[in-house]
């Protein structure tokens, strides 16, 4: 029998890592728990510019806006319109790319909280986070079902302005040593937890299992937002790359 080509058994490969760290299924899902969808800050124009244009960031500021969006409109229609769902986005990152654009982005990210009658919940830095996850609502009644992050990372943090304040660089993030301020008690046992970031299957997930005892799937490898535009989440980018736990 002739062996199938290499790409295909590349495409099966990945195909099947995608369908193993799939959602659990919507009926799963408790709607007295909640489920937090995180959104990092984009670059500023006035740092990537620096760079050659393939490898410059962020030249649509709503990159990690409409990615959850886009994701918040799934768990409404798959799961319940009810679903008790909080979107962590940061707040500075927005605030410095519209002077930059002259755009009212705050008001955009509210247009989508009012849109789909979501909680929108600003945060500053890592800590606000963890304090979020641990205390942001009575964790004795309402656990923590779903925790989805879509911004920039690297293989040991959540980097939420990356190229923001400094070109390259992020002064706002949560580090995989910070992971073990999260309190278990938050999530419940079934807890869906995913990075649409780069690289954060390479250490990043496991030092999140390790502190919270739930499973995150990351990439290995870069992911790519560049068909948010048409309705799709992130894909990988790399090649070779991988969904991992």
């Known amino acids: 029998m002739t062996s199938p080509p290499r790409f295909v058994l590349f495409l ?5 890592g995608f369908l193993a760290f799939s959602p659990p299924p919507v009926q799963a899902l408790d709607l007295r728990n909640e489920y937090i969808i995180i959104s990092g800050g984009p670059s500023l124009r006035y740092w990537e510019n620096y760079r050659r244009e393939p490898e410059r960031h962020d030249q649509w ?3 990690f806006i409409r990615s959850a969006r886009v994701r918040i409109e799934d768990l409404q229609k798959k799961v319940s319109p009810d679903l008790n769902i909080t979107w962590l986005v940061y707040k500075p990152g927005y605030m410095r790319r519209q002077q930059e654009d002259s755009q009212p982005l705050i008001e955009n990210i509210e247009s989508v909280r009012d849109k789909y009658g979501i909680r929108l919940v ?6 606000d986070v963890i304090h979020y996850i641990n205390q942001g609502q009575n964790r004795n009644r309402v656990k923590v079902t779903g925790l989805e992050y879509f911004g920039h990372s690297n293989k040991f943090c959540f980097v939420f302005d990356y190229s923001n304040e400094v070109l390259g660089a992020s002064k706002s993030y949560l580090h995989e040593r910070d992971l ?5 008690r938050a999530f419940a046992p079934e807890t869906y937890a995913k990075s649409w970031g780069c690289h954060t299957g390479e250490s990043f997930s496991s030092a999140f299992r390790r502190a919270t005892g739930i499973p995150m799937v990351g990439a290995i490898g870069k992911t790519n937002y560049s068909e948010i535009w048409k309705g799709n989440l992130p894909f990988l980018s790399s090649p070779g790359g991988s969904w991992s736990q």
């Open 12 to 16: 099966l490969a990945t195909l099947g």
């Open 180 to 184: 073990s301020k999260l309190e278990k």
């Open 122 to 127: 600003w945060f500053y830095k890592g800590d």
């Open 61 to 63: 500021w709503g990159n």
